[in-house]
Each structure stands twice: as C-alpha cells, then as structure tokens.
DNA sequence: TATTGTTATACTCTATAACTATA
DNA sequence: TATAGTTATAGAGTATAACAATA
C-alpha cells in the first residue's frame, strides 16, 4: 500500500525557465491519510478503548471510581472473599501496583480485609454494606453508559463486538 | 446481574449446637467469575488493546518504535509534509507529548522537518530515505503480526472487528 | 523451595499552564 | 485575537527487584 493521500495543496511556485517543472521541495498535506493504521487491529482497539474510557472517566468521578478501581470492585463485588492474588490474575495486574489501591479502597470503607480460611498468608477481600450499595449504583451507570456509547450499534452487532475482543484476550 | 459464583471452598466449620447452621462469616474463592465486566465494550476493548499492544511492543522493538512512534511514523510516511498539529488531530495526541518524541525521531535520522509552504508558523514533517525504508519494513513486520494476532479470527470476522471498533471511535 | 503480600523505586505515559512567533 | 509549536512540570499508570511471613 503506497501513500494513498495524492491531494496536496501547491503553491504555483512559477520557476523561472523550466521546460519540465520540477516537483516542489515542500508541500503541505490537505487531509490527514490515516488508512494504513485503520487495518491494524491493535490501533482500532486502543483508540476504541481511550474514546470509551474517557467517557467512563467523567461517568464514575461521581462514584470516584476510575477504570482499574472500579473493575477491582466489581470482581470483589462478585467474589466476596476473593485474594488479591486472584485479582491480579484475572485482571491482568501486578501486585505492587494493587496494593495502594487496595489500601485506598479500604480506608474509604468500600472493602474490608478478613483472614483467608484456609490460607494464613492470603488475604480475602470483602465488600461492605457501602461497598455493595456504591457498586450496585456504579455498574448501573456503567451499563447505561455502555447503551449510550454503543448507539450506533446494533444489539447484534455489540454482541459481535465483545465476541471478537474476547477472542483476542482470552 | 446478582453474584454469580456459587460456589466457594468452605471449611467444614462445625459449630457447636445450632439447628440453623449459620454460614461462614469468611468464605474463599475458587473460580474468579468476571462475566459482569466482560458485558462492558471498554473492559473488553481495554483488555483486547492491551494483549495486541504486548505483541507489538516485542516485535517493533527490532526497530526501536515504540506503538505511537510507529504510528506517528507511519502517518508522516503517507502523510509527506504532515504538520504537528495535523498529527495531533489525526491520532488523538497532545502537541506538547510530541515534541520530544518528533526530535527524538528527527535526531535519529528518520525525519527532517522543512518549513510549511504557505504557513510560517507551521512545520512540515518529512521522512528521510532512511526514516521511509525502515517504515516500509516496520508496516510489513506489523501487517504480519496482525495476522498471527488474528489467527484465531477469520478474514471476515477481523474485518467486521476493525469495521465495528471504528464505529466507536470515529 | 514456592507463594502471598508488601515496600521502595524507576520509568513511561498523559495532562495542564504558560510562553513565542506568526496568521 | 487566534493558532502552531514549544517549555516546564505535575500526575497517573506501569514496571522490576527485593523482602517477610506462610505453605
């Protein structure tokens, strides 16, 4: 695929005697060609993912919930007890990076921490009452937010869409 | 959407007379159930963007191009004469996050950047023979991840996937 | 010996405000 | 007055190495 994108603006740059004009030096581009990057898959993802997150973003600031916070909630919301091993695994976190938030979410009374049953070095993580009842309210809005983003979908073709991701993640 | 994973490791806990047993105050997970996140199209973009990006970060290194050096590089390869703004426009970017990274390519060798013809302000961006060569073999080596990344989609289901991401985004 | 959770830390990415030169 | 490019800087996000407690 060569460059697909031949209309320039020119200058009439009227050289002083050439019987076969020479091409311009600098030229300037009328329309940005972004058509090679929209056959990659991993470019047409990440741009998909940012447009929907930074709407999220403004959504869930009323819950102060970001991206990462909210799934972390909504796993522990679904799986009182779950470790924060687990959450690593499922989400794709690194520990270090969980444990900031974990605290955080603590100290804001979403979650508390109780021994693991059967493991002494694990720790389960459990939503409060708070906790559930904020979730409850956020993936409400998650989920309204979703039929809003996805207007110009079909209901088929979001399910096709979320088919097709999982296929490239899971 | 209630919880959805019924099923917990439970220690025996045999508690001393009570006709009603009561249930464990603390409980383990087993199986890590997120299906509730995987109905949300920016988790599963997110997760989906993110695997790619894994991919593509390990290929391009060969070429020391990171996802938006590419990106930026490959818009300015078919883009001959783009300006910064144009860029930013284009690929969703922040002209001050591009400065260090255009002289970071300019530095490099793989663009120069040439007065705008008919705008004194502006700057148009070229690729160099040596920036236009090693883009020619970064788009082919990235054409052909993308085809291993999809190997587990057919030709129409990739095409439906980039067809219905930029239904998102554009 | 392997694993859970943690600390410290570094690096990258992204965002905001303010300045200059030109239109 | 508005725009293109730049500078400085702050904040968020992500990464690795190493440690204590427990399996």
């Known amino acids: 695929m060569a460059n697909a994108n031949p209309s320039r603006t020119q200058r009439p740059s009227r050289r002083a005697s050439s019987s076969a004009p020479s091409l ?5 581009v009328e329309q940005v060609d972004t058509s090679y990057l929209q056959t990659l898959l991993g470019y047409n993802a990440r741009r998909a993912a940012l447009t929907i997150i930074e709407g999220f973003l403004e959504r869930m600031a009323e819950f102060g919930l970001r991206p990462v916070d909210f799934s972390v909630m909504s796993v522990i919301q679904h799986n009182p007890g779950v470790t924060s091993r687990q959450l690593c695994a499922a989400l794709n976190l690194l520990p270090p990076n969980l444990v900031g938030l974990i605290q955080s979410l603590e100290t804001r009374g979403l ?22 009842a904020l979730m ?30 999982q296929k490239i993640y899971l």
């Open 136 to 165: 409850q309210k956020a993936e409400q809005a998650a989920t309204d937010l979703e039929e809003a983003r996805s207007a110009r979908l079909t209901a088929a073709q979001r399910k096709t869409l979320l088919e097709l991701l």
């Open 24 to 28: 311009p030096v600098v030229s300037a």
């Open 111 to 132: 979650i508390h921490r109780l021994p693991h049953p059967t493991d002494g070095r694990a720790v389960g993580l459990h939503p409060t009452p708070e906790g559930a």
